[in-house]
Nanobody
Framework: QVHLGQSGGGLVQTGDSLKLACVFS????????LGWFRQAPGKERDFVAA????????EYADSVRGRFTISRDETSSTVHLQMNNLKPEDTAIYYC????????????????WGQGAQVAVFS
């Protein structure tokens, strides 16, 4: 069984940076695509970023492209989300996700989820 353990998050000002981490365990890390989603109060869970099993392909939501970077570390079985130039509209609970097929921008396509981490950005 895959387990995803998240860390990071917090309360920051507009323009600050944060880095989220998600440690993968239970299966072979290299067999899984990884992604990040976020959910603001009263809204659906939205796609943020994803990275392929090999790490050779990434995809970003338009709202974060150029500010956020997803990466995977094979030695520690960890996926990171580096968030720069944060804005109030980035405020949400952030979830990491894993799937053993190609990544999707739909939350319904992902099999495993982390517990979530709160990110709050104030102006």
């Amino acid at each position: 069984q895959v387990h995803l353990g998240q860390s990071g998050g917090g309360l920051v000002q507009t323009g600050d940076s944060l880095k989220l981490a998600c440690v993968f365990s239970g299966r072979a890390f290299g067999n899984y695509a990884l992604g990040w989603f976020r959910q603001a109060p009263g809204k659906e869970r939205d796609f943020v970023a994803a990275i392929s099993r090999s790490g050779g392909a990434t995809e970003y939501a338009d709202s974060v492209r150029g500010r956020f970077t997803i990466s995977r570390d094979e030695t520690s079985s960890t996926v990171h989300l580096q968030m720069n130039n944060l804005k109030p509209e980035d405020t949400a609970i952030y979830y990491c996700a894993a799937d053993d097929t190609y990544y999707s921008t739909s939350s319904r396509a992902w099999d495993y989820w982390g517990q979530g981490a709160q990110v709050a950005v104030f102006s």
